[in-house]
């Protein structure tokens, strides 16, 4: 069975999905019979990728994003970091960054070819939100690629070219195709959607019922419709 997650490594609730998602997969009666793929969603395409927010600025960048006070953004990274601890998350918005994440995107999917893609993702998702990985740097992406088991040389290769370019952009294609605005996204089957970061018996039961109606038909059914903006269980464009 295929479980494919639209996801971008600068979306907290997407790194929540991701422990929630494996929560529901460990109880899983054929877990050992999922194929994982993550897949590109770039929440903000247009970040200059020479550029990332200094340290400590998070939370302003927030605030001026969603038109709120600094107070009130405060508030939302609070109430974030208190569900990221629920599932033993430990996010850190006081050094997180932002960037442009299409290089990174690139990375997961060499990380596909070869068999590492899930460990690139959460060493992605653990340096940006715990440890301030400026995302759009290739000196720090390529740091983080190694330790996930990919080859340095390439990892730099990647970087330096425009390798994988056309499967991230796939991915975006079909991401529209869709009709997802938000992440984390759920696609069982090519069958059943699954829209924010549900809670882990939300997600079982959908695995469960895709397992029992298994369908060549590529018919999506939503299961769930997400929240806005970083707000709910999921982050839109």
Request: glycine share 6%; hydrophobic share 40%; proline share 4%.
């Amino acid at each position: 069975m295929k479980v494919q997650i639209w996801s971008d490594v600068v979306c907290p609730w997407c790194y929540v999905g991701k422990r929630r998602f494996e929560a529901a997969l460990a109880e899983f009666e054929h877990r050992d019979q999922v194929e994982l793929t993550w897949r590109s969603f770039e929440l903000d395409p247009a970040a200059d990728p020479s550029s990332a927010s200094a340290d400590g600025q998070y939370v302003q960048r927030l605030a001026a994003k969603y038109g709120k006070s600094v107070p009130d953004a405060q508030q939302m990274l609070d109430q974030m970091q208190q569900v990221a601890a629920a599932e033993g998350l430990d996010f850190r918005f006081d050094l997180a960054r932002t960037g442009n994440t299409f290089d990174a995107h690139r990375l997961l999917h060499l990380a596909l070819a070869r068999g590492v893609q899930d460990e690139l993702k959460e060493k992605l998702d653990n340096a940006t939100f715990t440890h301030g990985l400026a995302v759009s740097d290739h000196e720090e992406l390529a740091r983080v690629a190694v330790s996930a088991g990919l080859d340095e040389t390439e990892v730099k290769s990647v970087l330096d070219s425009d390798q994988f370019a056309d499967a991230v952009r796939a991915d975006e294609v079909k991401a529209r195709a869709y009709g997802i605005s938000g992440v984390p996204f759920f696609v069982v089957d090519d069958k059943y959607g699954v829209s924010g970061a549900q809670p882990p018996e939300q997600l079982l039961a959908v695995l469960t019922q895709a397992w029992a109606e298994r369908d060549p038909a590529p018919v999506l059914v939503h299961a769930h419709e997400g929240g806005a903006m970083c707000d709910g269980d999921s982050c839109t464009l």
